[in-house]
């Protein structure tokens, strides 16, 4: 299959009598925005960084486009990194580069040639529209342009899969809009598979081509928001219908 397959994901960590992940299955196909919810502790971000192989699973399978990604070792693995792009809750930004130079680094570090790096990394400031800033330290930035920025960064590899953990998570409630906004831009181009992690119900319902639920480690439903929202079949699933029904509306009229 095409793009992001993951078979029977188990992780556990030292200490913990709990697993973080459970048998997890799941498939993103190119293009697709799936966006993954639950409680805090459920294994939403573990899930993204066992797919990344930043931690690596007990037991499972992950491919991507058929390629054993759980497999990969060395320079296989690096290739396959550069593949992805991860935006992070805090943006991590090199406080002594500039915006343009933030945005080099990868391209660099994978050995792209100045020229066409430096055009992939302007071409990415572009799209979420902060190329009139890339002469601009990080400390000249807002929060939201700063959490901009961090995707341009990732968005200069010209990834084929963008992972997102809670990216507007630790921003001021003033500035979430703008980072929601060039997020759901990148999700209409379907440019790449995208796996987002959020709290946020009417975000969901804007941009996800499916939902996926997540308790205790496990997928517990999963299907296209009007559906999955309208009609959900597990308790999860009902308590995410009452929020909406409480706040969506207001949500909408307010975009």
């Not at 799941?26 to 797919?51: Q, W, Y």
Request: proline fraction near 5%; glycine fraction near 10%; charged fraction near 25%.
């Amino acid at each position: 299959m095409a793009g992001l397959m993951v078979r029977g994901l188990t992780k556990h960590f030292p200490g913990s009598s709990k697993p973080v992940l459970v048998d997890f299955n799941l498939a993103v196909a190119p293009g697709e925005t799936v966006v993954i919810m639950g409680p805090s502790g459920a294994g939403k971000s573990t899930l993204l960084r066992v797919i990344d192989r930043l931690l690596e699973p007990d037991e499972g399978e992950v491919f991507w486009n058929g390629i054993p990604v759980h497999q990969l070792q060395g320079e296989q693995l690096r290739r396959w990194r550069r593949q992805v792009g991860f935006v992070f809750q805090q943006h991590s930004l090199f406080e002594r580069m500039t915006v343009l130079e933030n945005c080099l680094l990868g391209p660099r570090l994978a050995g792209i040639p100045e020229a066409q790096a430096r055009e992939r990394a302007l071409a990415a400031l572009a799209r979420v529209g902060l190329a009139h800033l890339a002469d601009r330290w990080p400390a000249q930035l807002s929060g939201g342009e700063r959490q901009r920025v961090a995707i341009a960064r990732a968005l200069s590899m010209e990834p084929e899969l963008m992972l997102w953990d809670e990216p507007t998570a630790s921003l001021d409630p003033l500035l979430v809009g703008e980072v929601k906004q060039c997020l759901a831009a990148l999700a209409a181009e379907r440019s790449c598979a995208m796996l987002v992690v959020t709290h946020e119900v009417g975000f969901a319902w804007e941009i996800a081509s499916r939902v996926v639920l997540m308790e205790a480690g496990r997928k517990v439903e999963e299907g296209e928001p009007g559906e999955l929202f309208s009609h959900p079949r597990t308790e999860l699933g009902r308590k995410y219908r009452q929020l909406i029904s409480e706040g969506l509306a207001l949500y909408l009229t307010n975009k």
